[in-house]
């Protein structure tokens, strides 16, 4: 894993303390800008909803050389890209450690700027297999502006900081419906980063649905310049 890695200037977490907040869109929307002016991968680790490929409109299945599949300039791993039958993932945990450590240990990822990891919402043993072993430099952590999201968040947000990374908050969502400025307040609690925000939008979950990325179609481009240029600006 460690010479598969070797490769990967920085490491970046994406995490939520909970599923529906948009945690892959803003994954795969940050890994996209980063690639117009960096080398990116985006590795899929949450195992029991691997939506990347989709995301990205990814078809294509890894080959016997476990090279990454590539779109937008960006490459992918993912448990999408191994020939499964499909149906729920019901794994236990070593289980899910073993898939995670496989997709590290065999992709090839050659050189990279940036590797943005799709973490697994919450903070249990697939979280901590990622932060224990990958050697993470910092944390994305997205969160609505709804209570209970800031609060398993902060969670997130505290396991991340356990491991004396750099943690920066994206607010996701923000508009009328899930409210605005949480997550900006949710960062000055934890006297951490605030990244930036996304406006709830028809157009950014069309264009997703549609396996293409918010930002390769101009939509939300502003807010998520601004989050990768904050990104840059932690891991520095």
């Given at each position: 894993?460690?010479?598969?890695?070797?490769?990967?200037?920085?490491?970046?977490?994406?995490?939520?303390?909970?599923?529906?907040?948009?945690?892959?869109?803003?994954?795969?929307?940050?890994?996209?800008?980063?690639?117009?002016?960096?080398?990116?991968?985006?590795?899929?680790?949450?195992?029991?909803?691997?939506?990347?490929?989709?995301?990205?409109?990814?078809?294509?299945?890894?080959?016997?050389?476990?090279?990454?599949?590539?779109?937008?300039?960006?490459?992918?791993?993912?448990?999408?890209?191994?020939e499964?039958?499909?149906?729920?993932?019901?794994?236990?945990g070593?289980?899910?450690?073993?898939a995670?450590?496989?997709?590290l240990?065999?992709?090839?990822?050659?050189?990279?700027?940036?590797?943005?990891?799709?973490?697994?919402?919450?903070?249990?043993?697939?979280?901590?297999?990622?932060?224990?072993f990958?050697?993470?430099?910092?944390?994305?952590?997205?969160?609505?502006?709804?209570?209970l999201?800031?609060?398993?968040?902060?969670?997130?947000?505290?396991?991340?900081?356990?491991?004396?990374?750099?943690?920066?908050?994206v607010?996701?969502?923000?508009?009328e419906?899930?409210?605005?400025g949480g997550?900006?307040?949710?960062?000055?609690?934890?006297?951490?980063?605030?990244?930036?925000?996304?406006?709830?939008?028809?157009?950014?979950?069309?264009?997703?649905?549609?396996?293409?990325?918010?930002?390769?179609?101009?939509?939300?481009?502003?807010?998520?310049?601004v989050?990768?240029?904050?990104?840059?600006?932690?891991?520095?």
């Amino acid at each position: 894993m460690k010479e598969k890695l070797s490769g990967v200037r920085h490491r970046i977490a994406v995490m939520s303390g909970k599923g529906g907040v948009g945690k892959s869109t803003t994954a795969v929307n940050i890994a996209c800008m980063l690639a117009k002016r960096h080398k990116v991968g985006l590795l899929d680790a949450d195992i029991d909803c691997p939506n990347i490929v989709n995301l990205m409109g990814i078809e294509e299945k890894f080959d016997n050389s476990y090279q990454p599949a590539e779109k937008y300039g960006v490459k992918v791993s993912s448990m999408s890209l191994i020939e499964m039958e499909s149906g729920p993932t019901m794994w236990r945990g070593p289980l899910i450690h073993s898939a995670i450590m496989q997709l590290l240990e065999l992709t090839e990822w050659g050189t990279l700027d940036y590797l943005i990891i799709d973490m697994p919402p919450g903070t249990s043993d697939a979280a901590l297999t990622i932060m224990q072993f990958v050697g993470i430099n910092a944390a994305v952590i997205v969160t609505t502006s709804q209570d209970l999201s800031m609060m398993d968040a902060a969670k997130s947000a505290k396991m991340a900081l356990g491991f004396y990374k750099p943690v920066g908050i994206v607010e996701n969502m923000s508009g009328e419906v899930f409210g605005s400025g949480g997550g900006e307040t949710l960062a000055s609690e934890l006297s951490i980063p605030f990244l930036g925000r996304v406006e709830l939008s028809k157009q950014m979950r069309e264009s997703c649905d549609r396996g293409v990325p918010a930002v390769m179609n101009n939509i939300n481009v502003k807010n998520f310049e601004v989050i990768v240029s904050n990104i840059e600006k932690m891991v520095k």
